[in-house]
């Protein structure tokens, strides 16, 4: 940890409510989480169609929830797991700040640069009308990019470090699509950390 702390960083962008913590873990803590959850997350990879054609999900993923509700995307229907100690820490944490509740956590696995997320907006219906989603970034630092549903030529870039939060809130998911794009740079493995509310 730095001596002086980065404050936190308002994004403004038109009709989003975006705020990045870019200390929100030490670098110790973070670094602990992240050999911690590594090794300990029964990571999978499933299909994901796109276009009519069916794919390897370019990265990992697991599921863990606390009120033993499925969540699905893509096609894509997972079932929760329990939410291991390590994990709990992290989003009581989480909750403490940002002044939310979460009940379902969805981890990604980006193993290299070819590890990847598309243009997406987490605007599914188990999440309710304005989501907020809380997204903890653990190990090699990722590009992430949004982009305006509307004028899609308006694009801002910004890159996710070790130990950060990413918080998405209010209109965010309505009116912007989000992506982890693959990079031809040698990168380490970097998992993330969703944090969401899905209704039943």
């Not at 820490?89 to 009940?103: A, G, P, Q, R, Y």
Request: aromatic share 12%; charged share 20%; hydrophobic share 35%.
């Amino acid at each position: 940890m730095s001596l002086f702390p980065k404050e936190p960083q308002h994004l403004h962008l038109p009709g989003a409510d975006v705020i990045y913590y870019p200390e929100f873990l030490s670098q110790s803590m973070a670094s602990a989480y992240y050999t911690t959850l590594y090794h300990e997350t029964p990571w999978q990879q499933d299909d994901i169609k796109v276009f009519g054609k069916v794919y390897p999900q370019p990265r990992l993923t697991a599921l863990y929830g606390n009120n033993k509700l499925p969540y699905s995307y893509s096609n894509i229907t997972m079932h929760p797991l329990e939410f291991t100690f390590a994990l709990s820490e992290i989003k009581n944490s989480v909750e403490t700040l940002v002044k939310s509740e979460f009940t379902t956590c969805l981890l990604n696995l980006y193993r290299d640069g070819k590890d990847s997320n598309g243009w997406h907006s987490d605007d599914e219906k188990e999440l309710g009308k304005n989501p907020t989603i809380a997204s903890v970034s653990l190990g090699a630092s990722r590009v992430f990019k949004f982009r305006d549903k509307k004028a899609k030529s308006s694009v801002h870039s910004m890159l996710l470090e070790h130990g950060s939060l990413l918080l998405m809130k209010n209109a965010t998911q309505h009116n912007w699509q989000h992506q982890v794009p693959k990079t031809l740079k040698m990168v380490e493995p970097r998992i993330n950390l969703t944090f969401r509310m899905v209704l039943g």
